[in-house]
């Protein structure tokens, strides 16, 4: 939706952002109304091809503009766009390669190994050989469509390198330098605006179908169906889901019209995100890697892991708000624009940003040190202090009585590890695990 607005805002359609995009929104809903979770699935897998073409047709005619990806590369390393070896140890530092790489990981883990989203698709599969198929191709696919998207913004530095649109041009969002390249490579090749605007709504109705189809199958089966006094007929549920699909479609489609396309997008989706996913992969992980893990470990853990998460992105958003943060951008130029810009336009000169190899960061002197910590450690950060709480409340604390060790990683389990062809059934007294055929108790 953030491509939305400001690929609205350089005209490209001439359709303003919070006109055209509830009616994308009513539309997503109304096919995930009608499709389910199998319509959805081949919905996103078109669109994902969508996405793909897009971006690779892109990236070719930006290359070839450019000069051939040799002289892409080497633009943007004498602009000190490329930051693959800063491993800066300091955790103040908005992005470095050790701390984008451990925080990546840990979303990647949130994102494909906890997401409801992506659980629910887990469990529609027929067997586990399937599922992982799918989750190494899942993986692939979006180690992917990141590449992509990273060399796409090298292509529009080495395009744009000696005259920079957002000063030349004037935005008002630096989020408009992707739909300014798109429009503007778009005026000699017919066809690349239209593909460009197929794939960012691709990507805007893929995501939004996937959760609301998610929200409403868990809101429907852990929320309403136990508060009813009667067990609901497969058709009575499925009106259920499809209600609640509506529900959450018209919230969506409302919230638009509050949203707030300036500023950071990437920082402060990351940051909000980070604000619960260090709690969910805490709880995940405590309950797999630890046989002593108990009910209080877990709910004190996430608590405390929250609340420091909840404090330190607040905290840094806060004060990124009133300016006690500031970040120094890379250096940018309108040198080899034609014409002398620098007094139609105002500036004082024709180069301004900092031309280093690191993204420097000031801060006031009233900042707290926590508040200062880079927005990509944040879920490390609540992961680790979640699962130090809850080791160290279940130490000190009496265990479960019930383990069934099928559910912890095999390295970790006292019992004999189940053999293949047969099921888990745990005793009559409940405290050891004993194996039987699958055709039956005997």
Request: aromatic share 10%.
């Amino acid at each position: 939706m953030f491509c939305f607005d400001s690929f609205f805002d350089n005209s490209a359609l001439g359709v303003p952002f919070h006109i055209f995009t509830p009616f994308a929104c009513i539309f997503c809903t109304v096919y995930t109304l009608l499709s389910g979770l199998r319509g959805v699935v081949w919905a996103d897998t078109l669109q994902s091809a969508f996405m793909f073409s897009a971006v690779v047709i892109l990236i070719f005619i930006g290359v070839w503009n450019a000069g051939g990806i040799a002289n892409v590369v080497d633009i943007a390393d004498r602009g000190s766009r490329l930051h693959i070896f800063n491993f800066d140890p300091s955790p103040f530092t908005r992005n470095s390669a050790w701390m984008l790489y451990i925080g990546t990981l840990f979303l990647a883990m949130y994102n494909s190994c906890t997401n409801p989203a992506i659980i629910q698709r887990y469990l529609s599969l027929p067997n586990y050989s399937q599922t992982k198929i799918v989750v190494i191709t899942t993986a692939t696919a979006t180690l992917g469509i990141l590449s992509l998207a990273i060399l796409l913004g090298l292509v529009i530095y080495a395009t744009y390198y000696n005259c920079d649109p957002g000063l030349s041009k004037g935005f008002a969002a630096q989020n408009e330098l992707v739909p300014f390249f798109v429009v503007d490579i778009g005026r000699n090749i017919p066809g690349v605006t239209g593909l460009f605007l197929a794939g960012i709504l691709s990507a805007a109705l893929s995501t939004m179908s996937t959760v609301v189809n998610t929200i409403s199958g868990t809101t429907s089966e852990d929320l309403i169906k136990p508060l009813l006094r009667r067990k609901l007929t497969d058709s009575q549920m499925n009106l259920c889901i499809k209600s609640v699909v509506t529900v959450f479609g018209l919230i969506i489609t409302a919230a638009v019209f509050g949203l707030n396309t300036s500023g950071g997008v990437f920082q402060l989706y990351r940051t909000s995100v980070s604000l619960t996913s260090g709690m969910i992969v805490f709880i995940f992980t405590f309950g797999i890697f630890y046989n002593r893990a108990n009910t209080k470990g877990a709910i004190i853990g996430s608590l405390v892991g929250i609340l420091v998460t909840v404090t330190l992105g607040l905290g840094n958003q806060a004060a990124i708000t009133s300016g006690q943060i500031k970040y120094i951008h890379k250096v940018i130029t309108v040198e080899g624009c034609p014409g002398n810009l620098t007094q139609s336009l105002g500036l004082n000169a024709t180069t301004v940003g900092y031309n280093g190899y690191e993204t420097p960061v000031t801060f006031a002197d009233d900042v707290p040190y926590p508040f200062r910590i880079s927005f990509n450690l944040t879920t490390t950060i609540g992961v680790i202090v979640s699962l130090i709480v809850g080791c160290l409340v279940s130490h000190f604390t009496e265990p479960e009585k019930l383990l069934d060790e099928n559910l912890i990683i095999p390295q970790i389990r006292t019992k004999k590890p189940i053999l293949p062809g047969y099921d888990v059934v745990p005793s009559k007294e409940l405290k050891q695990i004993t194996t039987v055929p699958k055709s039956g108790v005997t």
